[in-house]
């Protein structure tokens, strides 16, 4: 996934969630409704992590050093594991304590200002639509025919992931913000409000710990989709190279990929034939998975089973 389309979702995401986080405070100082309290801390923790996602894909592009040989793309692993912390300490589990204060003394919303927390919640509504369409948009563009579910559990990049599940959880808070504060201006009732807040947080320490999991793989280190792995194994067997004898991938980064194989060589072939070989191999490969930037491959005999005496 070109790290392109991730930016711009990102952007977009930031953009809104500043100016959504902005007028949802308002509103929480007009009504002291808890749930556009949780609503804007949920806001401003979301713009917070789109900078930590920005950053993190700054930092990855850093070029390799004698410490990190293998270059800092997992920095964009990094930056995206700060973020399903900080949605789950900042966003989630503040709402929930919120939510838990305003039970125990709830209270009813000030009527005078009952249209400003509908208007902005409505209005994020649209705002966040837009940012979430944006994301549906250059996600599209590498998901291919892989559910969503799918897209999110094997993509090798976390932005587009991570800015999904922000904006499906933000557009789901909102509706939740949305029940709660309309039931406690309908029926004067401030549990509603704090209820409507109890479910946004969560919401949000759900969405933080599927996206922890999820970046916790990467960080691990996963190996090639198995369309690279199958484009490689095909790509290494050629002239010189008769079968792969093991064969073993690791990403690197989102767009960087490490190739390691063992290769089976004939026996009566010169060492400088079988470096021919290899490197005809190695263009193959990259010219077959254009993110294979390492490959590591190892020429060796394969042995025969010695068939026993009748």
């Known amino acids: 996934m070109a790290h392109g389309g991730g930016n711009k979702a990102i952007i977009a995401a930031l953009a809104a969630n500043l100016s959504i986080a902005v007028l949802k405070f308002l509103a929480y100082l007009l009504t002291q409704s808890s749930s556009m309290l949780a609503e804007s801390v949920h806001s401003l923790a979301d713009s917070g992590n789109q900078l930590l996602l920005l950053l993190g894909g ?5 070029q390799a050093s004698p410490e990190h040989p293998f270059g800092y793309g997992r920095e964009r692993y990094v930056y995206a594991f700060l973020v399903s912390i900080i949605l789950f300490s900042v966003g989630g589990v503040f709402a929930l304590y ?12 000030d009527v005078q200002w009952a249209w400003v927390p509908l208007v902005v919640l409505v209005g994020s509504i649209v705002l966040e639509g837009n940012s979430f369409r944006t994301a549906i948009k250059e996600s599209n563009h590498t998901r291919g025919s892989k559910s969503w579910v799918e897209f999110i559990r094997t993509a090798k990049a976390p932005e587009l992931p991570a800015v999904l599940l922000e904006d499906s959880a933000a557009l789901l808070g909102l509706i939740f913000a949305l029940f709660g504060v309309s039931l406690t201006l309908v029926t004067g009732n401030g549990h509603w409000d704090a209820a409507g807040t109890g479910l946004i947080g969560l919401l949000l320490v759900t969405v933080a710990v599927v996206l922890a999991v999820e970046t916790k ?12 792995i199958r484009a490689i194994e095909a790509s290494l067997v050629g002239p010189g190279v008769s079968s792969i004898i093991h064969l073993k991938t690791l990403h690197l980064g989102p767009e960087e990929l490490l190739v390691a194989a063992k290769i089976a060589v004939a026996e009566s072939e010169t060492g400088a034939q079988i470096a021919q070989a290899i ?8 010219a077959a998975v254009p993110i294979a930037k390492v490959i590591y491959l190892e020429p060796d005999i394969r042995s025969v089973p010695k068939q026993s005496l009748p």
């Open 58 to 62: 700054r930092r990855a592009k850093r």
């Open 217 to 228: 793989s990467l960080l691990l280190g996963e190996s090639a989709t198995e369309e690279d």
């Open 279 to 286: 490197d005809a191999a190695e263009k193959r490969v990259r």
């Open 98 to 109: 919120e939510a838990y204060s305003k039970w125990q003394h709830p209270h009813a919303m």
